[in-house]
């Protein structure tokens, strides 16, 4: 017995969200299919509210905190993606958020947690440092801390971009997610395990952050020391949570190097004329990189998300 | 009595092209409206084949000639998006295209007309070396010569664009496209002009290229001398049967700064996450410095294209 959300919680939770999101599109590109030698489907996770899938999740989690609870807020410690969609959740239900980031926080990223009326408690540029000061605030609020990625209601929250995906009736022969912290992977993979068991689920990694890779050969967690990649968004160490559905419900993890993210970001840049973030590109990259696995197959993709410093974009 | 192209025939080419060009979406932003105190459309032409609305015009031209006229194949001079647009539709019809391009031609421009097929004859970078090249290749091949927008066939086949975003039941206030030859614009006002009459049409156009606006202005075509912009897709000259359209069914044009157009540029890439040229922010520049005037209305806008140099973008 576990207690990982099941497929009626998922779709109760795709309910529970679906007045906080967009159903982004799944889009196809003749040109990249030509290239792939396979028919691949984009989950445009990049057009979702907050600009990544992690509205996803945040939303589930607001929406599911109690009467009591939500009186005193959330609060969380981000500097990326997650710490905007909280903000913007718990602007949405009308409660206080307190995002803590790392003094060193890009200026753009902060000023969406302001935009989304989020309070912003800064702390040194330190893993210790952040969990010190979010107990800190935690403490003093009673706010409920809600993790990025390890966290049930959040992967239940994320498990539900892979759950419209599959509504659109299509027989993936494989889907395909980054990983990070492990949210968007664990929920795709429940999703996916509870409606078509023998799709393979398959995760691109960064070769300069590949813990969750070699977590996944050793069968134990290990947690990532000084990660160095252009895929900002999977930095983090895999989560307890999403490493035990990670292990039991996906069929590979493939790692990539930075110029292999860059080359397939750039394709999907110039044919399919969308904005995305590097972290999106990895899994076309892991695809591209072991063509002859996907050949002729349905694949599905999720494109995480799109907030990228567009004065730092890596092509030349 | 005009030999413009009819509500009918316009019908007609859309019928005609539909198996060669994609049916692009009408996007909207909320964040967007929010700044602009109005609810835009976006007509999202660089999702188009070939990446720019130009596939319709070209597609259009070859598919009405003759079956004597198909076998010598077309031509044109052109380094931007009509040559590649030429290419594709003759290339789909099985007849060859010939590309009179400058020597100074950017090469990701020539790549994308030889990898549609089409046959490349270089000239000296000027104006005249164009037109007596093409004049020779014409000579030699008996091939037809298929003007970028001063042309009814490709007017017609632009005015498809428009047509488009009318069966979307949108009830338009104002419809705005960019303008350089005037092909896009006389075909979105002819449409306009049959279907919603009250609907006012305006064009934006870049101030270092405003040979529309001041022709329009002194009601005599004022050909542009030297062009400068950063919208590249809008250097060319109005052209003669375009500026008629444009005369009689045009309500407005309003020119804009390169810095206005950088900044609407990057409005559409964060908030919509999608890749556009920089012709295509015009409109959306020429909106948001006029923004008293849309106050509230339904504007539909046309991004005409997404082809641009990704090592070359504009964002500081």
Request: hydrophobic share 40%.
């Amino acid at each position: 017995m576990t207690n990982y959300p099941s497929l009626i919680e998922i779709k109760q939770a795709h309910i529970r969200i679906q007045p906080f999101i967009h159903r982004t599109p799944l889009l196809t590109s003749q040109a990249i299919n030509e290239i792939a030698d396979a028919e691949l489907y984009f989950k445009c996770e990049n057009f979702q509210k907050v600009g990544a899938f992690k509205a996803r999740g945040a939303a589930n989690a607001v929406s599911k905190l109690g009467e009591e609870a939500k009186k005193n807020g959330v609060a969380t410690h981000s500097s990326g993606n997650h710490a905007a969609a909280l903000a913007r959740a718990a602007s949405v239900a009308g409660i206080p958020a307190y995002i803590v980031m790392p003094s060193n926080a890009p200026e753009i990223k902060k000023k969406a947690v302001k935009g989304y009326g989020g309070k912003i408690i800064e702390c040194e540029p330190t893993l210790q440092a952040r969990e010190t000061t979010l107990d800190e605030v935690v403490k003093e609020t009673g706010a409920t801390f809600i993790h990025p990625y390890d966290n049930y209601d959040v992967i239940e929250g994320q498990a539900t971009c892979a759950l419209e995906m599959w509504e659109e009736g299509i027989a993936f022969d494989a889907l395909m997610a980054p990983v990070g912290g492990g949210g968007l992977l664990g929920g795709t993979a429940l999703t996916s395990h509870y409606l078509s068991p023998d799709t393979k689920i398959i995760a691109g990694e960064p070769e300069g952050a590949d813990d969750a890779f070699r977590s996944f050969q050793a069968k134990k967690l290990i947690p990532m020391q000084g990660p160095k990649t252009i895929a900002d968004g999977l930095l983090t160490s895999l989560g307890k949570l999403n490493f035990e559905i990670i292990l039991k419900h996906v069929d590979d993890i493939v790692t990539v190097s930075d110029e292999e993210i860059i080359s397939a970001m750039r394709l999907i840049y110039e044919r399919m004329k969308i904005v995305i973030e590097p972290s999106c590109a990895v899994p076309l990259a892991a695809l591209l990189k072991n063509k002859k696995h996907f050949e002729d197959q349905k694949v599905g993709i999720i494109l995480s998300g799109g907030n990228v410093d567009l004065a730092k974009l890596p092509f030349k």
